[in-house]
């Protein structure tokens, strides 16, 4: 049977790769996507001009690519402190920086024709007292998804291990104050932040909210991205729930820690995924 599943790749693990010559290997791959996490090494979100961004479109565009924006990254805004500021932050300009900084991703993936854009909540870095950081958190989330919704790009909101989103139910809360945020779901956070918890079964419960999935492998309870085969989850199970719900997003490889061997684990996890859904 043929898939309906879009595979991607995201740039947070090619970073030793030109963005042109990264997205050729994707290409030439055959995935369905990029999962771009815009950073100083390919797309810098505080110095790209139009005209940067406009090229990295075409580039996109030529190789037949769909597009996902990330804003993941560690150093974008700190060159010292990893993920600050954050969403969460007892100073009011530091969180002007981050709320600027997602309006401005947010931007780009307009430029970009992307088909949506992944955040996060970030650490409470400053140990707020927890009613005081979720005001803030929800505070500074409505002028981020009021520019979404303006623009016409789905919200995928990732719960990350450590972060004061970090479960389903934390997400659950800013969706009841935020409605139109959608859910982005690491396959490898889920058995971390909810234990026990089948990641299949909870692909159908958010049918209605998932935006985009990040695909991995792992070993239970640790917070690691492995190559597929180096951990023990279950990724036939979750094609297979995938397919079911007919879920139209970008299932996107997430291998930061990889980009010294990705021009060997970008084929090779194609190769990995499309061996799976042959048997589905």
Same mark, same amino acid.
């Given at each position: 049977?043929?898939?309906?599943?879009?595979? !991607?790749?995201?740039?947070?693990?090619?970073?030793?790769?030109?963005?042109?010559?990264?997205?050729?290997?994707?290409?030439?791959?055959?995935?369905? *996507?990029? !999962?771009?996490?815009?950073?100083?090494?390919?797309?810098?979100?505080?110095?790209?001009?139009?005209?940067?961004? *406009?090229?990295?479109?075409?580039?996109?565009?030529?190789?037949?690519?769909?597009?996902?924006?990330?804003?993941?990254?560690?150093?974008?805004?700190?060159?010292?402190?990893?993920?600050?500021?954050?969403?969460?932050?007892?100073?009011?300009?530091?969180?002007?920086?981050?709320?600027?900084?997602?309006?401005?991703?947010?931007?780009?993936?307009?430029?970009?024709?992307?088909?949506?854009?992944?955040?996060?909540?970030? #650490?409470?870095?400053?140990?707020?007292?927890?009613?005081?950081?979720?005001?803030?958190?929800?505070?500074?989330?409505?002028?981020?998804?009021?520019?979404?919704?303006?623009?016409?790009?789905?919200?995928?909101?990732?719960?990350?291990?450590?972060?004061? #989103?970090?479960?389903?139910?934390?997400?659950?809360?800013?969706?009841?104050?935020?409605?139109?945020?959608?859910?982005?779901?690491?396959?490898?956070?889920?058995?971390?932040?909810?234990?026990?918890?089948?990641?299949?079964?909870?692909?159908?419960?958010?049918?209605?909210?998932? #935006?985009?999935?990040?695909?991995?492998?792992?070993?239970?309870? #640790?917070?690691?991205?492995?190559?597929?085969?180096?951990?023990?989850?279950?990724?036939?199970?979750?094609?297979?729930?995938?397919?079911?719900?007919?879920?139209?997003?970008?299932?996107?490889?997430?291998?930061?820690?990889?980009?010294?061997?990705?021009?060997?684990?970008?084929?090779?996890?194609?190769?990995?995924?499309?061996?799976?859904?042959?048997?589905?």
């Amino acid at each position: 049977m043929t898939s309906s599943l879009r595979f !991607a790749y995201n740039t947070n693990g090619l970073q030793s790769h030109r963005l042109d010559e990264a997205l050729s290997l994707l290409s030439d791959s055959h995935y369905h *996507g990029v !999962a771009l996490t815009l950073d100083h090494m390919h797309l810098d979100p505080i110095r790209a001009t139009d005209a940067d961004i *406009g090229r990295v479109h075409r580039w996109i565009k030529d190789r037949g690519l769909a597009v996902s924006v990330e804003t993941g990254a560690r150093y974008t805004l700190d060159p010292r402190r990893k993920h600050r500021p954050s969403l969460i932050d007892s100073d009011p300009a530091a969180l002007k920086r981050r709320v600027d900084y997602l309006k401005r991703s947010l931007e780009i993936a307009t430029m970009l024709d992307a088909e949506s854009l992944i955040l996060f909540s970030g #650490v409470n870095f400053d140990l707020l007292p927890e009613d005081d950081a979720w005001s803030i958190l929800l505070t500074e989330l409505e002028p981020v998804v009021r520019e979404a919704m303006d623009r016409g790009i789905p919200l995928g909101l990732e719960p990350e291990p450590g972060h004061l #989103v970090s479960t389903l139910a934390d997400f659950d809360r800013c969706a009841r104050e935020h409605p139109s945020l959608g859910l982005t779901l690491d396959v490898g956070h889920v058995p971390v932040t909810e234990p026990g918890r089948s990641i299949p079964q909870t692909m159908r419960d958010y049918r209605e909210k998932l #935006v985009a999935v990040h695909f991995e492998d792992s070993h239970g309870k #640790v917070h690691e991205h492995l190559p597929f085969g180096e951990g023990s989850l279950d990724h036939k199970a979750m094609l297979e729930a995938l397919k079911e719900i007919e879920f139209q997003g970008l299932v996107a490889i997430e291998l930061s820690r990889h980009s010294h061997c990705a021009h060997e684990l970008v084929p090779s996890s194609m190769k990995f995924l499309n061996e799976i859904l042959a048997t589905i």
